[in-house]
T-cell receptor, first 113, second 112 residues
Framework: DTAVSQTPKYLVTQMGNDKSIKCEQNLGHDTMYWYKQDSKKFLKIMFSYNNKELIINETVPNRFSPKSPDKAHLNLHINSLELGDSAVYFC????????????FGPGTRLTVL | GQQLNQSPQSMFIQEGEDVSMNCTSSSIFNTWLWYKQDPGEGPVLLIALYKAGELTSNGRLTAQFGITRKDSFLNISASIPSDVGIYFCAGQGETSGSRLTFGEGTQLTVNP
């Protein structure tokens, strides 16, 4: 039933590790996004994919690599995790022509120790 | 990059009171959006505004797209405890393509 789902909900890991967050949407949307929400609740776009192609790539360290195996999935892989990567990461989806109406997942809280 | 200034940062009100929050930008926006985020959840779209001067309601919520295209406000009437959460404005700027820029959020607390 869930429209946009993310796994895991919580992720606690050590500095230097590599981790992945998965996102799936069953809304039939062609565009998916990753946002980062910092400790002050500020939401910032990181990446956007349309039909498996990267269309938005903000100034994000190249330790972050999104992967879209198909248009219903957008995963985020993070290498060599740093303390400053601790945040809540949200996946979202929309139709590209209706990008103003984005549906968000429940978020993944990443804590780097 | 574009920035949105959202105020107030937080509000503490009694149940039944009306609430108003606003968002301003230094540049023109083509679309204004208002989202609500409940604790532990992702933001949910409340209202979308597409034209300068547009006034749109969704139940007890009313939002307006400022005529200068650089601001928007959200009003909540007769607040109830479940209105608690963080309210975000977001917008699509003239030159931002399909990017949305989010405000810093307004944390609303409603005392029963």
């Amino acid at each position: 039933d869930t429209a946009v789902s993310q796994t895991p909900k919580y992720l606690v890991t050590q500095m230097g590790n590599d981790k992945s967050i998965k996102c799936e949407q069953n809304l039939g949307h062609d565009t998916m996004y990753w946002y980062k929400q910092d400790s002050k609740k500020f939401l910032k776009i990181m990446f956007s994919y349309n039909n498996k192609e990267l269309i938005i790539n903000e100034t994000v360290p190249n330790r972050f690599s999104p992967k879209s195996p198909d248009k219903a999935h957008l995963n985020l892989h993070i290498n060599s995790l740093e303390l400053g990567d601790s945040a809540v990461y949200f996946c979202a989806s929309s139709h590209l022509r209706e990008f103003r109406t984005q549906y968000f997942g429940p978020g993944t809280r990443l804590t780097v120790l | 990059g574009q920035q949105l200034n959202q105020s107030p940062q937080s509000m503490f009100i009694q149940e039944g009171e009306d609430v108003s929050m606003n968002c301003t930008s230094s540049s023109i926006f083509n679309t204004w959006l208002w989202y609500k985020q409940d604790p532990g959840e992702g933001p949910v779209l409340l209202i979308a505004l597409y034209k300068a001067g547009e006034l749109t309601s969704n139940g007890r919520l009313t939002a307006q797209f400022g005529i200068t295209r650089k601001d928007s406000f959200l009003n909540i009437s007769a607040s109830i405890p479940s209105d608690v959460g963080i309210y975000f404005c977001a917008g699509q700027g003239e030159t931002s393509g399909s990017r949305l820029t989010f405000g810093e959020g307004t944390q609303l607390t409603v005392n029963p």
